[in-house]
């Protein structure tokens, strides 16, 4: 199985991130995905790139800061894999690190399953072209109304610039996740309302048994009924983490939805929303919290036109 991941990595490592021969190259790793980090950066040191891992505490959520130490070796280093159970993407260390030209991928919640299979095996060539497409879409944008089982929620996304995950991180200060393959973007802080009703799955706390209701008023979430409801209010607090912070559209025609929100969030078909920090693409809220919610098979407009019937690109 080891020897599996590593030649998975060493492709993905060489296709995704470019990493060449004597780069410096950082895996950033804590407790619970300390042995995949030993094998990235095992896969590193085997492209010939000078190969380091530092191992930290586990944060406690999605979005929290990884300690300065780590966050210093990010800015760097030419190239950072961060493998963690909580992710790292909306975080200033992340962005930092990109400003400072290091090409960064994310791998929230990966797991050995996730290296061999699913997401990790598209053809990144082919998300890479959709996400584009989907993401110059969002930028054009002004309005999102999304629909499902009779309910919609809607919010202005004017003047905010669209972001591509397409999972080739080539070029000096590109970042994203890992497996990726998504076209995201931050609305316009206060301008939602309107109901959403999630399916897929809600990061932290897994797939959904049965449907969530979102209510959303003057851009913060007020309300939340049904399966994991509980658990969502609790890790998105009272305060700044309970505003809208993304929008984003899944690119990625092999990824599933396993509970793994890294994986969910990409898949083919569906939207999510996520809730909190959206200040490192955009927009203005820094809420130490970000947790993404996965819906199946919406409808999706665009200034009034359908784009998205059911899942399925219109």
Known sequence: ????????????????????AGENFLVVADGPKQTLGEL?????????????????EERSRSGEEPPAAVAAAMEAAQAVVCVTEHSLTHTNARKRAAAAGARVATMPGITEDMFLNGAVTADYLQV??????????LTQ???????????????????RDGVPSTGMFVEPGQSGNLPSGEAYIAPVEGSASGQLLADGSV??????????????????LVQAEGDGAKELLEMLGDGD????????????????????????????????????????????????????????????????QLIMSQGKLV
């Open 141 to 159: 944008a002004r309005h999102v109304r999304v629909e499902k089982a009779g309910r919609a929620l809607e919010f202005s996304i004017e003047n």
């Open 1 to 20: 199985m080891n020897e599996r991941i590593v030649k998975s990595s060493k492709k993905l490592l060489a296709e995704c991130l470019a990493l060449k």
């Open 203 to 220: 990061a932290g706390y897994g797939v959904l048994a049965a449907p969530l209701l979102l209510t959303v008023e003057q851009g913060r």
């Open 40 to 56: 990235l950066q095992k896969a590193g040191r085997e492209l010939g790139a000078e190969s380091v891992l530092m191992v930290m």
């Open 241 to 304: 983490g309970r505003w809208l912070g993304e929008f984003g559209i899944g690119t990625n025609d092999k990824a599933r939805i396993t509970g793994v929100v890294l994986e969910d969030e990409k898949v083919f078909g569906t939207i999510h929303v996520a809730f909190g920090s959206n200040n490192t693409f955009g927009g203005q809220i820094a809420a130490g919290v970000h947790i993404d919610i996965v819906v199946k098979e919406p409808d999706v407009y665009l200034d009034g």
């Open 128 to 137: 890479k072209e959709l996400t584009e497409q989907l993401t110059a879409r």
